[in-house]
């Protein structure tokens, strides 16, 4: 029977005051949603991104090679322990002409098993004469399913490289190694892509694959960003590289061994050509020599017969007349004649045979000389193609993989830091709710115990209706939060992941049960202390009512020039603020913390909004970044800043040499750019070092490098200390660190050359050149890039500081949504604070109203009395809540840090200001509410004496 009548005291309870029942139950939903919907954030964002992985089966690892890649080393690969797949690919960076420029896209080969593309729209190509594109292909050009695109390169064509160049587009798709807009680099164009283009494997020329996927065997049965998943693909990764020697050496034979044999063949062909050339040579010469031998003799016989003529003429010159002489011995000289005369036919003969000969020796030698010089540059090219240098890559080197982790990470981080101040403030109300309960039911209490009750049984009912507003609080917070607040986060995130098509949002009991139990312990134990006290007392004395708290004077009542001043009401009030100290207490940390709340919430925005201008405005001047290939010479490097220079488009331009290296100090390491600057160039203008605080600017020198200051965090390290740069095991190096500059996003450690070059022994190698240009149009830095990447062969890719600050624009608006419902949340918090600790305020002083009502009061002047106290108290939770919130945001931004990004520490006034006008428009309405109650307040039974 006294069970029974106790259980039904429970359910009237719950019924006349329902309202205090819905205000734990609605506080305790929203701690707790907040709470297991934020924590489980992280964990969701995760899962739908490794179920889009898995569902288009993406590569776990990539294997690259400088000389390609065959179909042997596909079987070599799938051979290996672990390696569950492994499919080749081809790819090129191409142009397609729009209706003004063009643009960069990558095409690469439809695959069958691995990089499965999501059709998005129309279907898959089915000839060489057909293609599927990026959606972003379609969205931001114009083009669209049925349409022809035309595939170029800057210079020349594609005939070696694809059958078909006009395709026609058939359909569209998302590609789940590219979920966010970016596309990464290309090496022709404007140096980005812009999108990608899938083209059947037939129409591919190359000989070659240009990478390998390969996917890792029972790999999905982990998340692809848990340690169990990177382990699995580390030991298959490691297995390939073991093989990567033996595969090189192989596809060098292969590579090199047919121009090796043309170079043999070639060489056995010249010497063969100079010998039968020698030994021609010879033999010609040899004729030459003989037939000239022929002629000398003959010439000495006929010069011999000519002699003995004119001797027998002298003889026979006593005895006949000179002309019976000449007519005697004309038939002789007349031979003798024609024999000369054929003499010299044969002299010019062999002359002439002479000549051709040495003409024709000299042409052949010439071709041989000539021969000899092509077998020569084709030694030096053989020896120029080096033994192959196999990469094999796993998926950190996916730009949209690792972004999307970074960005889980960082909502993770706010979601260990924000729901708790959430719970610390929904506890206090959640206690004073209770206490204030339990001492409005002080008389039943001591009745209950005078008929016999037990304490426990007497405490059961408080604590079941605890019990039950929590628990049933609980189970709507976890319901709703685990739905609600990740597919938000999700939602947002897919303004950058935009491919990302699966949002999956289980529900994670280890979220749940730990915000539900804590929930449940904190209202428990509030309402159990809250029992106990009174319990401990003797009936009689529960059954009279606590007498009423006396009044006390307050400081200001001493001050008389301003107290004689002020009306009844405000008297009234101001001594009421300090006599419920309680009271005071509780609604100034309640306003506090939720003021606080608002103002992380825009305190947020602000600081990653103005990363980006920080770092790219004030800190590096750069408009662009270009890289070099690695071939330059020195020659061509040093001529090529006065050569840009002359592009009346640039304004200035200065080399780098940007090495990602590991810098420790002791035990502590990270990786990070060293950046060496040219010294006594024009650096300063395009970097700016300086202290975040006090905005002192440094000089580098040669003393010492400059280092970030989130890089000096992490190795604790100070101005004055020494710092290690770690070229390699071998080679480490000690620097003074001189200065420690703002910074926010990456690390760098800055270094002139004279420096590097009395550390290393040599000039550093710049790899980089720096560009401020004239114009920040997208359109004026495309046409510029394009221009410059046509020109300079060794421009391997130019970066956009443009391109990176939208990228920034597009993560902060998916942020906004974040923190937009970060700031509601707060906001209905702080409305339920204040309607539960208004309700209580009233109710606590029923008696105390009503008997204003009696001397005359109208309701307005009641409510205004009462609301005075509230605004008041508000107006002090909120300066409270500034100072709070100010410190809340400096721990949340640096908890929420990742080791690559150092956020601002600013809080812009207007956030402020919106803050503050969000906590009093909930005053407000807390007024109007509370104004209605008050006019119900009887004044005949608030009067009637409890005794």
Not at 549 to 572: C, D, M, Q, V
Not at 707 to 731: C, H, P, Q, R, W
Not at 780 to 799: N, T
Request: with cysteine; glycine share 4%.
């Amino acid at each position: 029977m006294k069970k029974k009548a106790l259980h039904k005291d429970f359910r009237i309870e719950i019924k006349k005051t329902w309202t205090r029942f819905l205000s734990i139950l609605l506080i305790v939903a929203l701690g707790v949603a907040m709470f297991a919907g934020l924590r489980a954030c992280k964990d969701d964002m995760l899962q739908s991104a490794d179920e889009y992985y898995d569902s288009t089966n993406l590569m776990d690892l990539r294997v690259l090679s400088t000389l390609g890649l065959t179909e042997d080393d596909v079987e070599a690969i799938s051979k290996l322990d672990g390696v569950s797949a492994v499919e080749g690919a081809y790819s090129k960076d191409v142009l397609v002409h729009l209706k003004d420029s063009d643009i960069v896209v990558k095409t690469y080969s439809l695959n069958d098993r691995v990089n499965k593309a999501k059709l998005i729209e129309g279907r898959f190509p089915e000839n060489n004469s057909e293609c599927l594109v990026d959606t972003l292909l379609l969205d931001s050009t114009g083009y669209k399913v049925g349409d022809t695109i035309t595939l170029s390169l800057p210079e020349g064509d594609l005939k070696d490289d694809l059958k078909e160049t006009s395709l026609t587009i058939v359909g569209s798709c998302t590609d789940s190694r590219y979920m966010s807009f970016s596309r990464g680099n290309g090496t022709i164009g404007d140096g980005k892509i812009s999108s990608f283009i899938i083209l059947p494997k037939e129409n591919f020329k190359q000989d070659v694959y240009t990478e390998l996927y390969v996917t890792v065997k029972d790999a999905m049965e982990f998340n692809s960003y848990s340690k169990e998943y990177e382990e699995r693909v580390k030991t298959v990764q490691e297995n390939i590289e073991a093989i990567t020697k033996e595969r090189g050496s192989i596809r060098y034979e292969e590579v090199t061994r047919e121009p090796r044999e043309e170079l043999e063949k070639g060489e056995q062909e010249l010497a063969k050509a100079k010998k039968d050339l020698r030994q021609k040579e010879e033999e010609t010469y040899a004729k030459i020599e003989k037939g000239n031998s022929s002629i000398e003799e003959a010439q000495t016989t006929l010069t011999a017969a000519k002699e003995e003529l004119e001797n027998k003429k002298a003889l026979l010159s006593a005895t006949y007349p000179i002309e019976e002489i000449d007519k005697m011995f004309a038939p002789e000289e007349a031979k003798l004649k024609v024999s000369e005369d054929e003499l010299k036919k044969q002299k010019v003969v062999l002359e002439e045979q002479r000549a051709i000969a040495k003409e024709q020796f000299a042409k052949a030698k010439e071709e041989i000389a000539a021969n000899e010089i092509t077998l020569q540059e084709g030694r030096e090219e053989l020896v120029k193609i080096e033994p192959p240098t196999w990469y094999v890559l796993n998926r950190d080197t996916i730009e949209s993989f690792v972004s999307y982790e970074m960005d889980a990470d960082r909502m993770d981080a706010i979601a260990r830091v924000f729901p708790s101040i959430f719970f610390f403030v929904a506890a206090l109300v959640c206690l004073t709710t209770m206490t204030r309960m339990v001492d409005e039911q002080r008389t039943q209490i001591g009745i209950l115990k005078a008929l016999g009750y037990g304490k426990m049984s007497i405490a059961g009912k408080f604590i079941k209706y605890a019990l039950f507003a929590t628990v049933s609080g609980s189970i709507i917070g976890v319901l709703i939060g685990q739905k609600i607040f990740p597919y938000i986060v999700i939602n947002a995130y897919r303004i950058m992941y935009d491919s990302l098509p699966v949002i999956s949002i289980p529900y994670r009991p280890y979220y749940a049960i730990m915000a539900g139990s804590f929930a449940v312990l904190c209202t428990m134990l509030a309402t159990f202390m809250a029992c106990m006290k009174d319990l401990k007392s003797e009936p009689a004395q529960l059954m009279r009512p606590i007498a009423p708290k006396a009044g006390r004077r307050i400081l200001l009542e001493r001050i008389g020039f301003i107290w004689n001043r002020l009306n009844f009401t405000k008297k009234s009030t101001l001594r009421n603020l300090f006599r419920y100290k309680k009271r005071f207490y509780m609604t100034t940390i309640g306003i506090a913390g939720c003021m606080a709340l608002i103002i992380v919430g825009f305190g947020i925005r602000d600081s990653i909004g103005v990363m980006s201008e920080l770092q790219y405005t004030e800190l590096f001047h750069q408009d662009a970044s270009i890289s070099l290939t690695d071939k330059i010479t020195k020659e061509n490097r040093d001529s090529l800043i006065p050569e840009i220079l002359e592009d009346d488009r640039v304004l200035n331009a200065t080399s780098i040499l940007d090495k990602s290296l590991k810098f420790s100090n002791g035990s502590l390491n990270r990786s990070a750019s060293l950046l060496v600057v040219e010294s006594g160039s024009n650096y300063n203008e395009f970097y700016t070092f300086r202290d975040r605080i006090t905005k002192t600017t440094y000089h580098l020198n040669e003393d010492g490098v400059i280092i970030t200051e989130k890089l000096a965090k992490l190795l604790s390290l100070s101005v004055g200390d020494t710092i290690t740069i770690e070229m390699d095991n071998f080679n480490k190096q000690n620097v003074v660190v001189t200065a420690i500059s703002e910074n926010y996003m990456g690390h760098y450690v800055f270094m002139t050359s004279d420096l590097y070059q009395s550390l290393y022994g040599e000039d550093p190698s710049y790899n980089q050149i720096l560009l401020i240009n004239k114009s920040h149009a997208t359109d004026f830095e495309e046409g510029l890039f394009r221009d410059l990447l046509v020109k300079y062969k060794d421009i391997m890719a130019i970066s956009s500081t443009n391109t990176f600050n939208n990228h920034i624009d597009d993560m902060l608006s998916s942020l906004n949504i974040i923190v937009y419902v970060l700031i509601i949340c707060a906001g209905m918090l702080a409305f339920i604070v204040l309607y539960n600790l208004s309700n209580i305020n009233i109710n606590e002083r029923k008696r105390e109203l009503a008997s204003l009502k009696v001397l005359g009061f109208y309701d307005v002047e009641v409510n205004s009395y009462v609301m005075k106290e509230n605004n008041l108290l508000t107006f002090i939770g909120m300066i409270f809540g500034v100072f709070f919130g100010i410190v809340l945001h400096r721990y949340i931004i640096i908890t929420c840090e990742v080791d690559m990004v150092m956020f601002g520490r600013l809080i812009k006034p207007i956030s402020l200001i919106f803050s503050a006008g969000i906590t009093m428009v909930f005053t407000l309405v807390i007024s109007l509410f509370m104004y209605f109650k008050l006019r119900k307040i009887d004044m005949i039974e608030s009067l009637k004496s409890v005794e």
